[in-house]
């Protein structure tokens, strides 16, 4: 924990910030608490995020099909796990169990050229083991004997067998959203979103 405080973007603790001083106002407005620690301390005005609108699994086949067949399973790796684009782009054969039907997430590929995976995730509940659903395994077992493995184990490769790295993923997913005639801003991440409304 001591290592990961230093990864928590200043966003990240504004966020919880925001979110610890509304607890402690209603505190105070239901007789919890006679005055907010968070009085006295002057902190950004909260931005209210857009709307988000989950795509539709006709969507998101749209988007796959669009995508060449080798780097088609990163969308359903997202899809059907709620993977951060980084943890399913980082995500590596010995991460998967098969038997028991689950996926340890416990790494994410680094957005820095020189390293593999970054030292630490996002957050220390970031660390968790998640469903590996059947279709999935049949997706990835599909895609690993046509393709094979990237480097380090990666179960995703980029068109040379060197590390597909975020920015070319996010920016091919852009690319074929945008051919579908979605929003410019749709990113990777909007799979995240999908799969956690579908379940």
Known sequence: II????????????????????????AVENGYLDRSPFAPIKRKKYKRISKIT??????????????????????????YTGMRPSEALGLTMEQLDFENGQITI???????SKLVHEPFLKTSASYRTIGFSKNLQILIQEHVTKFGLGP?????????GNIWRYKDAASMFREKAGML??????????LRHTCVSIL
């Open 3 to 26: 290592g990961m405080k230093d990864k928590i973007a200043d966003s990240y603790a504004e966020k919880h910030a925001n979110l610890f001083g509304a607890i402690c106002k209603c």
């Open 54 to 79: 989950p795509l539709t699994k006709d969507q998101v086949s749209k988007i796959a099909d669009l995508f060449a067949e080798r780097f088609r399973i990163l969308i359903w790796i997202c899809f």
């Open 106 to 112: 416990d790494r994410q590929l680094s957005r820095n």
């Open 152 to 160: 380090h184990n990666l179960i995703l490769a980029n068109r040379s």
């Open 181 to 190: 005639g979605m929003a410019k801003r749709l990113g990777l991440h909007q």
